[in-house]
């Protein structure tokens, strides 16, 4: 199976729609690009970099030229130049800035994504985010309503299409800086010809622009100009004779199920001492040990006590975090975090939900890390998940292989938008994992 978040036609939106102040021509321009993805996503040679090299991003050109300083590329654009209304849509259709918390607005963007969103390359799995998932993903602290952005037709009301952005500080080596991070960009399969998705963009980018926000981190599947690094998704089996039926995973030559199933066979309980949940009165403890570790990379984010709690605070079926803390001296000495994202198994009479872990956060002072996400393991087979997934980000290669996580067949590339980092980075020195 692809790496996860491979689908070209998400990621081309999620990676347009960085806000930069470009004028008109340059968003339709974008959008053509978002249009080109949705319909030649399998023929890679088909695909051009144009818009691209006119914007504000690293260009592969410039890749030698150490004259170029890192940091912003462009200034940004005056407030007074952005648009002020909304832009126009096709006639059957109307804006709907989404409340969330309405339970049954809620409910019709869960439905849209369920069926209309990422699917891999062979059509065999698609994204089912969880609506409290959704919450937790769009409501971050200091989000903003406006860039819950719908559409929906006029005569029926039904939601037909969406996109969001999220505020984020991320710190690329000693700069803070506030950006944008669009994601869930979906239209109705039905109505892919109505090139919704273009004026989607356009509406997204003038909303973000109206908040003085000009950067944007964002990941593509595909090689766009030009990454700040690249990374792989790696799958560690959980239940393998579900991944093998369901054509998530294959049988290994010379290997029997029951040789399979012995193989990634885990303990029963975790091995650390004082491994627990973590809980609310954890929050400073994590908050510093999250900081000092993330304080290593190039590029991570700025994340405060606040941005911890709504996280990494445990949401059943969303995120989970655990801690060890000392038996002895009770301090809070590692921590490993992870969060929920089953897919639907699309034309199987036996399954129709994967039930997967994706690694996120983890912090290890004390704990070995490779004993620390063995446990991580361990939790996440107790809590019926059926595969474990991490990226080759941070110091997660050094468990990878001994945990027997095995490489993904898909890569996945780092963007900055009106950013540059000079030269790139590896995936060692990046500490951001993005939704």
């Not at 065999?124 to 409501?139: E, G, Q, V």
């Not at 509406?203 to 090689?223: D, K, L, P, S």
Request: glycine share 4%.
């Amino acid at each position: 199976m692809a790496a996860p978040n491979s689908n070209d036609a998400a990621n081309a939106g999620a990676s347009g729609t960085a806000p930069a102040g470009e004028e008109d021509t340059s968003i339709e321009a974008l959008a053509r690009r978002v249009q080109e993805h949705m319909t030649l996503a399998n023929n890679p040679a088909a695909r051009r970099h144009k818009f691209w090299e006119t914007q504000p991003v690293g260009q592969f050109r410039d890749a030698a030229d150490t004259s170029l300083p890192d940091g912003a590329i462009e200034p940004p654009t005056p407030l007074s130049e952005v648009r002020a209304d909304p832009y126009p849509l096709p006639a059957a259709f109307e804006w709907l800035t989404c409340d969330l918390d309405d339970d049954a607005l809620l409910a019709d963007l869960y439905s849209l994504l369920a069926h209309n969103y990422v699917e891999d390359d062979e059509n065999m799995f698609r994204f089912n985010y969880s609506p409290a998932f959704l919450r937790w993903a769009l409501k971050p602290p200091s989000f903003f309503r406006a860039w819950h952005i719908g559409v929906r037709a006029k005569e029926s009301k039904k939601l037909v299409a969406f996109i969001s952005g999220v505020p984020a500080r991320i710190r690329a080596r000693d700069d803070v800086v506030r950006m944008a991070e669009i994601n869930f960009l979906c239209v109705h399969k039905k109505l892919r010809s109505k090139r919704l998705a273009p004026v989607l963009i356009r509406e997204v980018t003038r909303r973000v622009h109206q908040e003085n926000i000009w950067q944007a981190a964002y990941t593509a599947g595909v090689v766009l100009p030009t990454p700040i690094t690249t990374c792989r998704y790696w799958h560690r089996s959980l239940n393998p004779k579900k991944l093998i039926d369901v054509g998530f995973s294959r049988l290994g030559p010379r290997m029997t199920m029951s040789r399979t199933v012995r193989l990634y066979k885990l303990p029963d309980a975790p091995l650390t001492p004082g491994f627990r949940r973590m809980e609310l009165r954890d929050v400073a403890a994590v908050t510093r040990l999250l900081r000092a570790y993330l304080a290593k990379f190039v590029v991570a984010p700025d994340f405060d006590e606040v941005d911890v709690e709504h996280w990494l605070l445990p949401q059943e079926d969303v995120v989970d975090s655990y801690l060890v803390e000392s038996p002895e001296t009770h301090e809070v000495t590692d921590f490993c975090s992870f969060y929920t994202l089953p897919s639907s198994v699309l034309n199987n009479a036996t399954y129709a939900t994967l039930k997967a872990a994706y690694s996120y956060y983890n912090v290890s002072t004390k704990t070995p890390l490779q004993q620390l996400m063995n446990d991580a393991l361990i939790v996440a087979k107790q809590k019926n998940y059926d595969v474990f997934n991490a990226l080759d980000v941070m110091e997660n290669e050094s468990f990878l292989k001994e945990l027997k996580f095995g490489p993904g067949d898909g890569q996945l590339h780092y963007y900055l938008y009106n950013y540059r980092i000079r030269n790139g980075i590896k995936p060692s020195e990046l500490g951001l994992v993005l939704l």
